[in-house]
């Protein structure tokens, strides 16, 4: 369960790949993109479940622990694919 975010960094991910972030508390979802992550977090070195760790709900008042999920736009196999 959640395997993969134990083994993949946010540098490993696909520049056009995108992370969904569902607050486990108020149901609030965001999207964070690959280079959102990596450029404005700095969490490149990161692995996927050490930034959902980190991660908290902005909703005012919630705080929540956030739980990401990958987008995966139609594709099943995920990291080498829509790069055209
Ligand atoms: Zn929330």
Redesign the pocket.
């Known amino acids: 369960m959640g395997s993969w975010k134990t083994k993949l960094r946010a540098n490993d991910l696909p520049e056009n790949c995108k992370l969904e972030a569902s607050?486990r508390?108020?149901g609030?979802v965001r999207y964070l993109s690959q280079s959102y992550l990596v450029a404005e977090r700095g969490a490149g070195h990161l692995y996927i479940d050490q930034i959902e760790n980190r991660s908290r709900?902005q909703?005012l008042g919630?705080g929540?622990g956030m739980r990401l999920a990958m987008m995966h736009g139609g594709q099943t196999s995920g990291f080498v694919g829509g790069m055209a």
């Open positions: 607050c508390k108020c609030h709900c909703v919630c929540g």
